[in-house]
């Protein structure tokens, strides 16, 4: 039976993660079903990616003099989709998993899709639909996880908010 402190820390589970030590932050105690969460956070990552390839792609392409303010923003919003890529892939490596980069799968593996508009108000659209996708995706694997594993869950929480500030600006400038 687990020794407990009056204050409810198991002393016998706080001497097990001493052990093990090639399983990094992984203890005894995580709950989560870690081959799932990795392949939940692959996918986010490929998600990621071609979002990143998408803002890129309009960041060069859109053109005219009153563009200037649009193009920023795509260009803001890539550097964040690829603050968010590299996130997830060290929670993958955190998890002793592998973050999967291989570009023959990302569109397969991604939940958002990849855009060559050529006008600026296609472009936002397209922009828009993918952070509503995004925030739709992150809510049903904050959902997934539940208590499992807090540390990804707030991973995820902190990524959401992100997308969700990116599709209001994307309404703002489709409006």
């Not at 003099?65 to 993958?92: C, P, T, Y």
């Not at 707030?154 to 209001?168: G, Q, S």
């Amino acid at each position: 039976m687990a020794e407990y402190t009056p204050t409810g820390i198991d002393k016998e589970a706080i001497r097990a993660a001493a052990r093990n030590l090639q399983d990094g932050p992984v203890t005894a105690g995580y709950q989560g079903d870690r081959t799932a969460v990795i392949k939940m956070l692959n996918d986010a990552l490929a998600t990621e990616l071609v979002c990143i390839l998408r803002y890129k792609r309009h960041y060069y392409t859109v053109s005219g003099r009153d563009n200037g303010s649009v193009k920023a923003e795509f260009l803001e919003h890539a550097m964040q989709e690829q603050e968010h890529a590299d996130w997830l892939a060290e929670r993958i490596i955190q998890l002793n998993g592998q973050p999967d980069f291989n570009p023959a799968t990302l569109l397969a593996r991604s939940h958002a899709e990849y855009d060559a508009s050529d006008d600026v108000q296609s472009m936002i659209k397209a922009n828009l639909i993918a952070e509503r996708v995004a925030i739709e995706s992150y809510r049903q694997m904050i959902e997934q996880i539940g208590t499992t594993d807090p540390t990804t869950r707030h991973l995820l929480i902190k990524i959401m908010a992100v997308e969700e500030e990116h599709a209001d600006d994307m309404r703002d400038l489709l409006g």
